[in-house]
Nanobody, 128 residues
Framework: VQLQASGGGLVQPGGSLRLSCATS????????ISWFRQAPGKGREWVSC????????YYSDSVDGRFTTSRDNAENTVFLQMNSLKPEDTAVYYCARHRATYVSSFSTPPPLDEYNYWGQGTLVTVSS
C-alpha cells in the first residue's frame, strides 16, 4: 500500500496550487481518502475528505470555500485544489487512507487513528 502526495511548492498569497495523491497497492475506490496538514511547530490537522464514491466531500472550517477535493478512481489518484491561499496555509500536506472499506459515515474532524496509511507529505509555502 502506497500513497504519494505531490504538487507542493512556493506560491504567493491569493494564489493556487493543485496537490495530487497517487495511490497503489490497493483498490482506492473502496476507501475514504483524507488530506491533513502540519504547520511548523503544530500538530497534524485534518483538512478534507472525500467519500469512496467521490459523491461526498467535507472540509475543515479553515479551508471551506477555498479548497476542493476530488478523485479519479480510474487513475487511482485523489486531488486537492487549493485556491485563495493564505500564509496560514503553509504546511506539509499529507494524504491518508481510512482504515476501513466502504465507510459511509464518519466524524469530522476524524481521529488520526482512523487512518492507517499515509503519504510522505508535500510542502506548501505561501509567502510573498
Amino acid at each position: 500500500v502506497q500513497l504519494q502526495a505531490s504538487g507542493g511548492g512556493l506560491v504567493q498569497p491569493g494564489g493556487s496550487l493543485r496537490l495530487s495523491c497517487a495511490t497503489s497497492g490497493f483498490n482506492v475506490e473502496y476507501y475514504v481518502i483524507s488530506w491533513f496538514r502540519q504547520a511548523p511547530g503544530k500538530g497534524r490537522e485534518w483538512v478534507s475528505c472525500i467519500s469512496f464514491s467521490g459523491g461526498s466531500t467535507y472540509y475543515s472550517d479553515s479551508v471551506d470555500g477555498r479548497f476542493t477535493t476530488s478523485r479519479d478512481n480510474a487513475e487511482n489518484t485523489v486531488f486537492l485544489q487549493m485556491n485563495s491561499l493564505k500564509p496560514e496555509d503553509t504546511a506539509v500536506y499529507y494524504c491518508a487512507r481510512h482504515r476501513a472499506t466502504y465507510v459511509s459515515s464518519f466524524s469530522t474532524p476524524p481521529p488520526l487513528d482512523e487512518y492507517n496509511y499515509w503519504g510522505q507529505g508535500t510542502l506548501v509555502t505561501v509567502s510573498s
